[in-house]
């Protein structure tokens, strides 16, 4: 079994910054991509940014330029780092991972239970 922990998430006014970060932990062989995801009330979950396990990234068109995506392989954790917030970055974010749990097994999409991010003044 594998979890996925979020946490840094909170309350930031428009302009301000936050560092999201997410451990993996449990039975774990192999992680391939990782990312984060939000979902904002109302609104289907998106994609946020992801990273590849050599550090190719990918970033969605509202959030590039201001948020950066970071790993380490060796803690298997990820991180995304918000600049420039804005109201509308405002969205439950969840972390996901591709994951396998023993060698040649299949990949697992393994989700965190989110963590809240509020941009308001």
Not at 5 to 19: A, C, F
Not at 31 to 37: C, E, H, L, P, V
Not at 72 to 89: I, R
Request: aromatic letters at 8%; hydrophobic letters at 35%.
């Amino acid at each position: 079994q594998v979890q996925l922990v979020e946490s840094g998430g909170g309350l930031m006014q428009p302009g301000g910054s936050l560092r999201l970060s997410c451990a993996a932990s449990g039975s774990i062989f192999s992680i391939n991509d990782m990312g984060w995801y939000r979902q904002a009330p109302g609104k289907q979950r998106e994609l946020v940014a992801a990273i590849t396990r050599f550090g190719i990234t990918n970033y969605a068109d509202s959030v590039k330029g201001r948020f950066t995506i970071s790993r380490d392989n060796a803690k298997s954790t990820v991180h995304l780092q918000m600049n420039s917030l804005k109201p509308e970055d405002t969205a439950v974010y969840y972390c996901n991972a591709g994951v396998r749990t023993v060698v040649a097994g299949p990949l697992l999409s393994s989700w965190g239970q989110g963590t809240q991010v509020t941009v308001s003044s």
